[in-house]
């Protein structure tokens, strides 16, 4: 078992930034392909962005495509999403999932694990 914490979320305006940091503990390994989904209000979880084990692949929603940045840092067994120039529609509870395995989807139901989520309120 694989157990995900979310932190960093929070208000913030429109323009401004955000690291969010998913923390992994368990049965952690580096060969976990980690990503960051979103689910807004009333709207399905989304793929943000996903990162292989190494951190050599990663893969953007078009929509964070030059926005965001992914990152992982295997010695603490933590991922990052840093978000730049935030907009309203970056509103949702943001969660992090990881799956063991050497692909990086962009499906939701192919990650195993997942975590409780961080609410990211962006205001105009």
């Known amino acids: 078992q694989v157990q995900l914490v979310e932190s960093g979320g929070g208000l913030v305006q429109a323009g401004g930034s955000l690291r969010l940091s998913c923390a992994a503990s368990g049965r952690t390994s580096s060969s976990y392909t980690m990503a960051w989904f979103r689910r807004a209000p009333g709207k399905e979880r989304d793929f943000v962005a996903g990162i292989s084990w190494s951190g050599g692949i990663t893969d953007y929603a078009d929509s964070v495509k030059v926005r965001g940045t992914i990152s992982r840092d295997n010695a603490k067994n933590t991922v990052y999403l840093q978000m730049n120039s935030l907009k309203p529609d970056d509103t949702a509870v943001y969660y992090c999932?990881?799956?063991?395995?050497?692909?990086?989807?962009?499906?939701?139901?192919?990650?195993?694990?997942w975590g409780q989520g961080t609410q990211v309120t962006v205001s105009s």
């Open positions: 999932a990881a799956r063991k395995s050497l692909f990086l989807p962009t499906n939701p139901n192919n990650y195993d694990y």
